[in-house]
């Protein structure tokens, strides 16, 4: 006992052609998309795991290019802003100062956490130079060969309330391309297959 399908199978057959025709690029820029939001969710959650207190400027700093039909490719990037100061905790190095501090030196603010307040991200509160600069028992200097802002106390000594460091070194812990491309390798191929099955039963003749 046999069965003929040579019509239906002809009848699938043009019918997949048509679908691989007009579905193809529209089933791609989804799985391309979805592949790359769930990127997007694990670099914020990266961020929080390897960064302390991360702002919420910094947690907002991914975003994405999104696929379209007509441009088959999704980008997962940090914006410019972020991009700037994150790109050391991506790669690594040493960071030179652009600033100029209360000393007259170029020199970056190193918070000591036992000697001064920080903000709710572990960072320096917004104007403290200029809140410190106007203390009278605060003053910006160098003492000992290392810079600052120093308290002075009422037994005569002096308290570092802020270091000020030429130079700030960074270790590669951010991991954001690693990152990405884990997600995409382990997710492409099941979006792929969700958007195909999608395209599949959604199509109309």
Not at 112 to 128: M, S, T, V, W
Not at 134 to 139: H, L, M, Q, T
Not at 170 to 190: C, D, I, M
Request: aromatic share 8%; hydrophobic share 40%.
């Amino acid at each position: 006992m046999q069965l003929k399908f040579t019509s239906n199978v002809e009848q699938l057959q043009k019918r997949l052609n048509l679908i691989a025709t007009s579905q193809l690029p529209f089933v791609v820029s989804k799985a391309l998309n979805a592949t790359a939001v769930m990127a997007k969710a694990a670099v914020q959650k990266h961020l929080q795991d390897v960064l302390d207190r991360p702002t919420p400027f910094t947690q907002n700093a991914v975003t994405i290019r999104y696929a379209t039909k007509s441009n088959l490719t999704a980008f997962v990037l940090v914006k410019d802003k972020q991009a700037a100061y994150l790109k050391r905790q991506e790669a690594g190095g040493v960071r030179t100062p652009t600033n100029t501090s209360g000393s007259g030196q170029k020199s970056y603010l190193m918070p000591l956490k036992a000697n001064i307040d920080l903000n709710q991200y572990g960072n320096l509160p917004r104007n403290i130079t200029k809140s410190l600069k106007g203390r009278k028992d605060v003053f910006a200097g160098t003492v000992n060969g290392h810079g600052g802002f120093f308290q002075r106390l009422p037994d005569g000594k002096l308290k570092m309330l802020i270091a000020l460091e030429t130079t700030s070194t960074y270790k590669p812990v951010l991991g954001f391309k690693e990152t990405v491309n884990k997600v995409a390798e382990s997710t492409l191929n099941r979006n792929f297959k969700e958007a195909w099955a999608t395209a599949l039963t959604s199509f109309k003749k």
